[in-house]
């Protein structure tokens, strides 16, 4: 009778145990915060939709044309088993930097530095400069009781939905896995649902160095966005390789990709020139590796095109591009219609294409002028602009072949892009109510003599000239 109650009180708690670690574990396995006890999950929001990758458009469209505030858009699970890569990158040939780099040390080097290794990473503190900690972590919505919440944890980093209705509180958490951007104007994050990769609803901005609503037509006020689907073509961009599970939309092995933008995108597949290489140490002739600084224009500015072409489509699978071949079989480029102004009827502005403004160019037209006569693509160049006026204006150009020059004298030396390559606004990432927001500026890259360009610059040295009791224009 006496082990009966013993085994009774065990078995009791033994079962209180259990349950308390399923509530303190949570269902899809990670630690709850310690006050959302209550909180239900988010699919039980009236409001909350699984939205699969092929319905994503047309239920983007309803929620748009029919303005339904409070929408909750999740991603629906993929059906069947999760994709592997059918070819591995071995197979593709593929090399990771780092083996580059065993050769090429002080190159490999520089380029960790650059945008293009950087522009897709893993979430680390370092790589994301955005506050975990409140009130920096919470971004507010047009709704007061509802709000998204920036949280680390020891196993990683996550973005909440909070929302708070008729004393009911719901939640929604999904894990950010993947970044994108290198930070210069901001980063977006992608997260995987099974084998599917969708976009956060927030985004990093480094203007104000906030979290806020990420940008575009997919995130319309009042609504909360987990499920855009992410494409081939988003990653065809912003890293060097990932396999994309054939008749999907945004599902991808999940075993083997590489982040960032690396070697093999401008170099071609390196694994037969590693290996030659490695085979015959003494032998100082290149084999097997396409350097664009000695393909012809054309098919030089089209290893670049590849990215900086603007919205351009895709008629193959992506990161099939192999540097030295015609672009025109990989990617159908808009028909250059915007001549004078930059195109910004395009849906999604954010990546200007500076090739079709370069293309419109004298410099470009009346000489072999390619992407890299003024940019290396394998370094940090950012707060260099100095150097673009001596190292690259002036390869082509004699500082007296600027007939303004000759009225404004060494004043305008530093200052050729300012006239000649003038900042535009070009994409407008800001959403409805933010309009106080500065848009990010870029450099026309058709060089050309800009009149109103000019006004501005000339106008702002007689300003700095009369400050420091000078005047402006006369040549000293
Ligand atoms: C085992 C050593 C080794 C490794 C590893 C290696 N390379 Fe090379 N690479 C060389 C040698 C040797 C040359 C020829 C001498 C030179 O130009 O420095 C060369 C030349 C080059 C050139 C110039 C080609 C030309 O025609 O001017 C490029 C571009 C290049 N390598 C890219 C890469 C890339 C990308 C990787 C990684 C996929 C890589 N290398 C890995 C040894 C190596
Ligand atoms: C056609 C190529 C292309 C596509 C497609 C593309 N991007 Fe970009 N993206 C760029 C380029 C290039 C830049 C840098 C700005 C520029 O020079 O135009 C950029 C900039 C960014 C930035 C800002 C980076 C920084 O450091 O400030 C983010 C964030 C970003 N892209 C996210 C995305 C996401 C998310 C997708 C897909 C949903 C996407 N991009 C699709 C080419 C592309
Ligand atoms: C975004 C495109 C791009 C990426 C990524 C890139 N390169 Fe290059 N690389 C170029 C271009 C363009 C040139 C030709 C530069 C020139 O002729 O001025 C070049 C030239 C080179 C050369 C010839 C020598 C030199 O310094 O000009 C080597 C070697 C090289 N790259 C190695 C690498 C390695 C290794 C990596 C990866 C760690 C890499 N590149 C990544 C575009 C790229
Ligand atoms: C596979 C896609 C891809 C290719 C190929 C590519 N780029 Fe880029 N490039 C990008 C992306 C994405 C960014 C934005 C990086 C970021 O800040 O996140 C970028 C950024 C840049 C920048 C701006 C750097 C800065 O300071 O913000 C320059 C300049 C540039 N690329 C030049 C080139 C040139 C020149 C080539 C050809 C030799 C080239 N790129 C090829 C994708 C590419
Ligand atoms: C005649 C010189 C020159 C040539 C050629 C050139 N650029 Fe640039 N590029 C610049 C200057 C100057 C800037 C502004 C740099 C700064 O503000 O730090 C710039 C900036 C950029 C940026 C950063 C975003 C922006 O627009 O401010 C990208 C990306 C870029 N260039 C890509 C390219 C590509 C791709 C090509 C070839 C199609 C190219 N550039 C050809 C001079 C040039
Ligand atoms: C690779 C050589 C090369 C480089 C680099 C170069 N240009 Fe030129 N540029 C030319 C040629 C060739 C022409 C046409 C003949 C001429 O006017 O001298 C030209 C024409 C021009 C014109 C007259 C354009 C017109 O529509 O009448 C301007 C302005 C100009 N360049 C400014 C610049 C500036 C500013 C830079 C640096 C950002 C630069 N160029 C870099 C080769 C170059
Ligand atoms: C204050 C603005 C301004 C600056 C700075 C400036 N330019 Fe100019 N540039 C002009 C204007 C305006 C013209 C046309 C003048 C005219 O036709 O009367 C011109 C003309 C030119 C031309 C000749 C175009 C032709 O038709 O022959 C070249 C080449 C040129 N600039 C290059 C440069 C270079 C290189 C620099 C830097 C050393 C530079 N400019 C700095 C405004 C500027």
Request: net charge neutral.
């Amino acid at each position: 009778m006496k082990n009966h109650w013993l085994l009774w009180s065990l078995f009791c708690v033994g079962t209180l145990a259990g349950l308390v670690l399923i509530f303190a574990i949570g269902r899809d396995g990670n630690p709850r915060l310690s006050d959302a006890k209550d909180d239900l999950p988010i699919r039980k929001w009236p409001r909350a939709k699984e939205v699969s990758a092929d319905a994503y458009q047309e239920f983007l469209l309803q929620v748009r044309r029919n303005q339904l505030m409070g929408t909750v858009m999740l991603p629906r699970i993929p059906e069947g088993t999760t994709g592997v890569a059918t070819k591995h990158p071995q197979e593709v040939g593929i090399v990771p930097p780092r083996v580059c780099g065993q050769c090429h040390a002080e190159l490999w080097e520089e380029f960790q530095q650059s945008p293009h290794f950087r522009t897709s990473s893993e979430p680390s503190r370092e790589g994301t400069p955005g506050r975990y900690e409140p009130p920096d972590s919470r971004v507010a919505t047009v709704h007061p009781q509802a709000w998204f919440e920036m949280v680390a944890k020891p196993n990683g980093f996550y973005q909440q939905l909070h929302i708070n209705h008729e004393g009911q509180s719901y939640l929604h958490e999904a894990r950010i896995d993947l970044v994108i951007g290198s930070g210069k104007v901001g980063q977006s994050f992608l997260s995987w649902t099974k084998d599917a990769l969708h976009q956060l609803p927030v985004s990093y901005f480094t203007e104000g160095a906030r979290w806020g609503h990420s940008p575009d037509f997919d995130y319309p006020e009042g609504t909360f966005n987990f499920s855009r689907p992410i494409s081939e073509r988003c990653l065809d961009c912003h890293a060097t390789w990932f396999a994309r599970v054939p008749q999907t939309i945004n599902r991808f092995a999940r075993d083997e990709f590489f982040l960032g933008v690396t070697c093999s995108r401008c170099h071609g597949l390196g694994r037969e020139h590693v290996d030659h290489h490695l085979a015959h140490p003494n032998e100082t002739a290149p084999h097997a590796i396409t350097n664009p600084g000695k393909l012809s224009q054309e098919l030089a500015v089209s290893v670049c095109a590849q990215c900086h072409s603007g919205e351009s489509e895709l008629v193959s699978t992506g990161f099939r591009y192999r540097p030295g071949e015609p672009l025109a079989e990989y990617l159908v480029q808009p028909s250059a219609n915007a001549d004078t102004e930059i195109d910004k009827s395009i849906p999604d502005p954010h990546a200007a294409s500076q090739l079709r403004r370069l293309e419109k160019s004298a410099c470009f037209r009346q000489s072999e002028m390619t992407c890299f006569t003024c940019h290396d693509p394998h370094r940090n160049e950012r707060g260099r602009e100095k150097h673009f006026l001596v190292d690259h204006c002036l390869k082509c150009h004699q500082p007296d072949d600027c007939q303004q020059r000759k009225l404004t004298g060494a004043a305008v030396d530093r200052l050729c892009i300012e006239c000649h390559m003038p900042l535009v606004e070009y994409a407008d990432i800001r959403r409805p109510g933010e309009d106080s927001m500065p848009i990010p500026k870029m450099r026309d890259h058709r060089i050309q003599i800009w009149p109103e360009a000019t006004t501005n610059v000339l106008q702002r040295l007689s300003t700095e000239a009369s400050k420091a009791g000078t005047k402006a224009g006369v040549p000293r």
